[in-house]
């Protein structure tokens, strides 16, 4: 089980401290509930890349376990993206690049494959705000545009902390 958290530091913040960041202390399991005193517990860190147009880092993600459900528990800082090496901040701007065809830095093909996923996954992004919002009637790249501009005016973060769980999948999945 992945949990998005903001840990209100940047990557590269994050990077620094490493094992050392203040990570979450839950009073319950974010899986089956139970109360977490004693049963939650910190089960080490795995390592995973995180990349941005700048910088290409190796970070740790901090894992818990309950011990009365078996679940792992996974502490995602929310500047990342589960399942993308690329920070969500450099995939969202490159998908605004590529809709607003401004010329940007990096692989064609990797901005391309982002922009492909953002628009595949244009109503899930539909449902995440008419469920939270209203009602949005906009159609094709026009939609695109206007959804990649509410996420960044939404923020990021915030974006992929509240969107988390909102039917089946998360952000730009499958």
């Known amino acids: 089980m992945i949990i998005p958290y903001d840990l209100e530091v940047s990557l590269n913040e994050y990077s620094q401290k490493g094992k050392a960041n203040d990570f979450p202390v839950f009073d319950q399991c974010p899986n089956c509930q139970c109360t977490s005193s004693g049963n939650l517990y910190r089960n080490g860190f795995y390592w995973r890349n ?30 990342l993206n589960p399942y993308f090496q690329y920070s969500l901040h450099t995939i969202l701007k490159s ?31 539909h449902n995440f705000y008419i469920d939270n919002e209203g009602d949005i009637n906009e159609k094709g790249k026009k939609e695109a545009i206007n959804y990649m501009k509410r996420i960044l005016d939404f923020g990021e973060s915030s974006f992929l902390r509240r969107s988390w769980g909102h039917l089946s999948t998360y952000f730009m999945a499958h």
């Open 50 to 79: 995180a990349v941005t147009q700048e910088v290409e880092l190796r970070i740790p993600i901090c894992r818990m376990k309950c011990l009365l459900c078996k679940a792992n528990i996974s502490i995602l800082p929310d500047f």
């Open 95 to 125: 998908v605004e690049q590529a809709l607003e065809k401004k010329k940007g830095n990096g692989y064609r093909q990797l901005w391309r494959y982002h922009l492909r996923r953002f628009i595949r996954n244009i109503n899930w992004i």
